[in-house]
């Protein structure tokens, strides 16, 4: 099992900034790759980018190329995603996810954290 604990959601005007935080825990952490999810209401849950257990690899859905970046700390079994020039269609509820490849699949998610970006 891999426990994933997200920090870091909040409120902020388009064109804005935040940094999102995911501690992961559990069996051999280092091992998976690591993702972040997002789903708005109403929408299907979407991975937004992963990173390879290395951080050689990575993945960005073209919505997001540019503005979003994926990173982590295997020292601190940290996951983070750094979010610039944020649009109000980027609101959604973030969760961190634990899996095999940086474009899936995943078998492990956190419970999430809100990001509403206001226009």
């Known amino acids: 099992q891999v426990q994933l604990v997200e920090s870091g959601g909040g409120l902020v005007q388009a064109g804005g900034s935040l940094r999102l935080s995911c501690a992961a825990s559990?069996?051999?952490?280092?091992?998976?790759?690591l993702g972040w999810f997002r789903q708005a209401p109403g929408k299907e849950r979407e991975l937004v980018a992963g990173?390879?257990?290395?951080?050689?690899?990575?993945y960005y859905r073209d919505s997001v190329k540019g503005r979003f970046t994926i990173s982590r700390d295997n020292a601190k079994n940290t996951v983070y995603l750094d979010m610039n020039s944020l649009k109000p269609e980027d609101t959604a509820v973030y969760s961190c996810?634990?899996?095999?490849?940086?474009?899936?699949?995943?078998?492990?998610w956190g419970q999430g954290t809100q990001v509403t970006v206001s226009s």
């Open positions: 996810s634990a899996g095999g490849d940086p474009w899936g699949p995943y078998d492990y």
């Open positions: 990173i390879s257990w290395s951080g050689a690899s990575t």
């Open positions: 559990g069996r051999i952490v280092s091992s998976y790759a």
